[in-house]
């Protein structure tokens, strides 16, 4: 049975084929944009009101039926039926029964604006958790790094032992990552927040609609000057779903970023690294091997990425060769839309909590840390201070670290004697070059990984994220 505010009503002799019915609905997902619908709504109706549409009781009525069936659905009591195809029809034919001014709040209106009004409402707000919860994360990793700051590890190129960092550099460079995925996010919230009601179907309303009167009731203004931001094409007002990708991109890149970091601690959590201890909450174990204490989170993590970036496809592929305006395809999507927009938010708040669960081994990344090798390049620093051409340091450090090769003792161990065998600029001081404090000390450059650097850098990123 088709209701009567179903638009088939009047044009066809009865409802679509139950397949067909099943085929196309989007209730079973689309339910969860209910209060921008109802949002959007009350907004509408106001604007009716005022330029004529509706009485002042008419409107009471709409109003009042709204919020209602608004909390009918927080709790759990209204009855969503598929036959009625989506949230929008849902919730208008369940007003129109009870309220019958309902009947008139489609005026000057269609689905194509609704549904787009309905989503860019949604997504605004998604954005801004998201980014609430992105500077927990941020949080969390100066709070690693700030709780264990005197700590030293080899930083890897190649995944190959390169120079030594902080712990707490390696966790800032995170940070600056998720800075970056906070400025895309912001960015792209502009571009949500403009409104598309009064659209129409594609081609606006004969009617006198004050388009920048329900943008205002709907906070589509610009922040910093308090105006209506509209769309200003009709066409585009209900065909783009631009602001959906910007999105599904910036998340995609957002997952990338989770999935190194995850990449990163899965690695030191194993035994071969064993830099970082995971607490157990933040763990499973393994149905077999009595032992295994597994980072499913941070694989889940990693393995979740997939399908963020899977969304980012899907949405492209689905606007690709879509004729203006409005097309079905567009229905497909919302299911992307939220299951990357969940997927995010559920690593970003899973990684904050689990690093705030995490501590650092002092004693094997001291071991690793200690490794001479990683100050083979503060050697060729070293000679071009004594005058010497960097790649000419280059080749004599080479020679020196095959000479401890053979001769197989550490790279400090060599004698002042085996080290002047490779070039007379050493003297007696290189074997402060392997002063680990001291060459920490040295590396002061901005953004580089020394001591005061590195402090001041948490410092700043403490300051800036003080709630
Ligand atoms: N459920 C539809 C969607 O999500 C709403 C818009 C339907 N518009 C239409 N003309 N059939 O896209």
Same mark, same amino acid.
């Given at each position: 049975?088709?209701?009567?505010?179903?638009?088939?009503?009047? @044009?066809?002799?009865?409802?679509?084929? #139950?397949?067909?019915?099943?085929?196309?609905?989007?209730?079973?997902?689309?339910?969860?944009?209910?209060? /921008?619908?109802?949002?959007?709504?009350? #907004?509408?109706?106001?604007?009716?009101?005022?330029?004529?549409?509706?009485? =002042?009781?008419?409107? =009471?009525?709409?109003?009042?039926?709204?919020?209602?069936?608004?909390?009918?659905? #927080?709790?759990g009591k209204f009855q969503w039926k598929l036959e009625l195809e989506d949230v929008h029809m849902n919730i208008e034919a369940e007003l129109t029964k009870r309220v019958p001014a309902g009947a008139k709040l489609h005026t000057g209106r269609s689905r194509n604006d609704q549904v787009a009004v309905d989503v860019r409402l949604w997504l605004r707000d998604e954005i801004e958790a998201l980014d609430l919860e992105l500077h927990d994360l941020q949080r969390a990793l100066v709070d690693l790094g700030s709780r264990h700051a005197e700590v030293v590890i080899p930083g890897y190129t190649h995944l190959q032992r390169a120079q030594p960092v902080y712990f707490?550099?390696?966790?800032?460079?995170?940070?600056?990552?998720?800075?970056? %995925?906070?400025?895309?996010?912001? !960015?792209?919230?502009? @571009?949500?927040?403009?409104?598309?009601?009064?659209?129409?179907?594609?081609?606006?309303?004969?009617?006198?609609? !004050?388009?920048?009167?329900?943008?205002?009731?709907? %906070?589509?203004?610009?922040?910093r000057t308090g105006k209506p931001r509209v769309t200003q094409n009709s066409m585009d007002g209900v065909s783009d779903r631009d602001f959906m990708i910007e999105f599904a991109a910036a998340a995609a890149l957002l997952a990338v970023h989770l999935s190194r970091l995850s990449e990163d601690l899965i690695l030191w959590v194993s035994s071969e690294f064993s830099f970082i201890k995971i607490a157990d909450a933040y763990t499973t174990g393994s149905s077999l091997m009595p032992q295994k204490k597994n980072p499913d989170v941070a694989e889940l993590t990693r393995g979740k990425t997939g399908r963020v970036v899977g969304n980012l496809m899907a949405l492209l592929t689905l606007l690709k060769g879509l004729p203006m305006t409005y097309n079905r395809d567009l229905q497909e999507d919302k299911e992307r839309l939220f299951d990357s927009a969940d997927t995010v938010r559920g690593c970003v708040r899973l990684m904050a909590a689990m690093l705030a669960h995490t501590t650092v081994n002092a004693e094997p990344c001291a071991r690793a840390a200690s490794d001479p090798l990683l100050l083979a390049t503060d050697l060729a620093d070293y000679l071009v201070r004594q005058g010497m051409p960097f790649r000419e340091a280059h080749h004599v450090v080479g020679s020196v670290v095959s000479l401890a090769e053979m001769t197989g003792k550490?790279?400090?161990?060599?004698?002042?004697?085996?080290?002047?065998?490779?070039? !007379?600029?050493?003297?007696? %001081?290189?074997?402060?070059?392997?002063?680990?404090?001291?060459?920490?000390?040295?590396? /002061?450059?901005?953004?580089?990984?020394?001591?005061?650097?590195? @402090?001041?850098?948490?410092?700043?990123?403490?300051?800036?994220?003080?709630?």
């Open positions: 049975m088709s209701s009567p505010v179903v638009s088939r009503s009047g @044009r066809f002799s009865g409802g679509p084929a #139950a397949e067909v019915a099943a085929f196309s609905e989007s209730i079973s997902f689309d339910w969860r944009l209910w209060s /921008q619908d109802l949002r959007g709504s009350i #907004a509408h109706a106001t604007m009716l009101q005022k330029i004529g549409v509706l009485t =002042k009781s008419e409107l =009471k009525s709409i109003r009042t039926g709204l919020q209602e069936i608004g909390r009918e659905i #927080a709790e707490a550099h390696h966790c800032l460079a995170y940070v600056e990552m998720l800075a970056r %995925d906070i400025d895309r996010m912001e !960015d792209c919230w502009t @571009r949500v927040n403009v409104c598309p009601l009064g659209s129409g179907a594609i081609a606006g309303s004969t009617l006198p609609l !004050d388009r920048e009167l329900v943008a205002t009731l709907l %906070d589509f203004t610009d922040p550490p790279l400090d161990r060599l004698t002042l004697e085996e080290f002047q065998s490779c070039s !007379d600029k050493f003297g007696a %001081d290189v074997t402060s070059v392997f002063q680990l404090g001291k060459a920490m000390a040295r590396r /002061q450059l901005t953004g580089a990984p020394g001591t005061k650097e590195v @402090r001041r850098q948490l410092a700043r990123w403490q300051k800036q994220l003080a709630k």
